[in-house]
């Protein structure tokens, strides 16, 4: 195995471990233990944990070796990215019967025990901020009003989500919010984390959740790309424009790649910026399956 | 008007002014409009603002002059509680037509926006409570943590919530973590806006919290009194003892008086020990309509 690859392994370890360590204190024995099991179904297995690598790589890159902080905010933004899923699926949003290959949270325990598991989840987001921030007391302020921001109302998550019951939906905040939010937050915690200034970091965390949002779209319509001309998703159903369907495949991948450079350009001076400028390459490769961009070319 | 009335309408204008300010801050004209009203929907007009009373009592028997910590939990707990109330009242939970003699956030707003009306209650919580702490970082970690403690997991309100998704509900657990943590919270939080150990005054809030619980039960039961003897409210038909179908109505009002003894011999040493006590027993009154206590003497 290969140093970068060990310290991959090690990364992805270090977060697995803060989310459980998060996990285990409110799980305890003491716990209701069907909301404790959901809970934990919520956030294990995950999937790529994209916001915290990001939170992660933006705070070793301001040069910070001490990243006890940077870590709790990194697990309280994915806690808070799993309650978001957990709660978009609830029958009066998607109806979804399955996510990450299996079955949603309130198919698998019910719809109340899936409203509890969203709200639990909000409430242990900063619960383990605090905690994990509590030796640096000068960064917990900002710390988690960047988290908060990012989920809270007027801009975050869901205000994002809330478009969907309004008459007219301005597409630009709608992406801004339910993608972008989280994103920025990831990148803009990682840099207040390290005593950094935080807004600078913010077109990188936006630019990354923009790419994101159009990586989405372009896997709903490549699920039959031979049928590309005419998507058949949900966003075709509700009239809403995706990138797939505005630009076809290959004007998708290369409003993604603009999007990905726009990230990669924003970059503030920092002294890991040539590390992280390449780091943001390599994880925005993992937007898409391989095949589908060959397929493209 | 004398002193002690302009006192008291004095303080029920700051706590409404904290909540105002709080609720501004996250419904600005960016905000999608319906979630913005359903957030100002589901907290103005309030109730008797309990907690919130309570969390400044106590603070300001420890003998702090500024408030502004104290004012900045005050809020934050009473934004829970109603975040607590949107959820409890959703389809799934109780499907509760009317709250405070108006329509619940779900069938005034629809089960999408209540949802995120509660999400967006608690991330504004946390988000205000650290906006109204951050000149004192020593003590913002304390009430973080008090505040999340009475509302998440392992044994706050969500935890008692799903209890009634457990197949063996321990009712003790659930009284104390459905209405006694918050209480609790709102007690200690008040001692540790002060810079007190918030420990020693879990006990108040407890009891107070049990009390109101008692309170509670009273109040359906004696919706109609003729028939106390075999009431048919939702506890019973759920299968759960309540005070008043245990003890009679004078039985469970000589409870609620003992409850709140206890709350009021609790009081840990300080400045305003005296009155505060006297202060509880005046606002335990309010936990019953007077008409109720008259009849049951």
Request: charge should be negative; proline fraction near 4%; include cysteine.
């Amino acid at each position: 195995m290969d140093a970068a690859v060990r310290s991959e392994h090690a990364l992805a370890a270090s977060i697995e471990e803060t989310l459980s360590g998060a996990m285990d204190s409110c799980t305890t024995a003491l716990a209701p233990s069907r909301l404790a099991q959901a809970m934990r179904y919520a956030v294990f297995p995950g999937g790529h944990r994209l916001r915290p690598r990001l939170c992660l790589a933006v705070a070793a890159s301001c040069g910070e070796t001490n990243l006890r902080a940077a870590h709790a905010a990194a697990a309280a933004i994915e806690l808070l990215h799993c309650a978001s899923l957990v709660h978009d699926d609830l029958p009066c949003f998607d109806d979804a019967e399955k996510r990450r290959g299996k079955l949603s949270v309130h198919k698998a325990f019910g719809e109340r025990i899936a409203v509890l598991t969203g709200d639990a989840l909000i409430v242990l987001a900063f619960q383990s901020l605090t905690r994990g921030a509590l030796h640096a007391p000068d960064r917990l302020g900002a710390l988690i009003e960047i988290v908060a921001a990012s989920v809270g109302m007027p801009s975050g998550i869901v205000a994002g989500q809330a478009r969907e019951c309004e008459p007219h939906v301005a597409l630009a905040s709608y992406h801004l919010e339910k993608t972008g939010a989280l994103f920025a937050a990831a990148t803009m915690a990682g840099a207040a984390a390290s005593g950094r200034t935080a807004e600078p970091w913010r077109m990188l965390g936006e630019r990354l959740g923009l790419a994101y949002q159009v990586a989405d779209d372009i896997r709903d319509a490549a699920g039959n790309p031979e049928e590309l001309g005419k998507p058949i998703g949900r966003d075709l159903a509700l009239g809403r424009p995706s990138a797939a369907q505005e630009l076809g495949l290959a004007g998708a991948i290369a409003r993604l790649d603009g999007l990905v450079a726009e990230a990669a350009e924003s970059i503030p001076e920092c002294d890991g910026v040539a590390g992280l400028r390449a780091l943001i390459q390599i994880e925005a490769k993992r937007f898409l399956p391989a095949s589908l961009v060959r397929r493209a070319a």
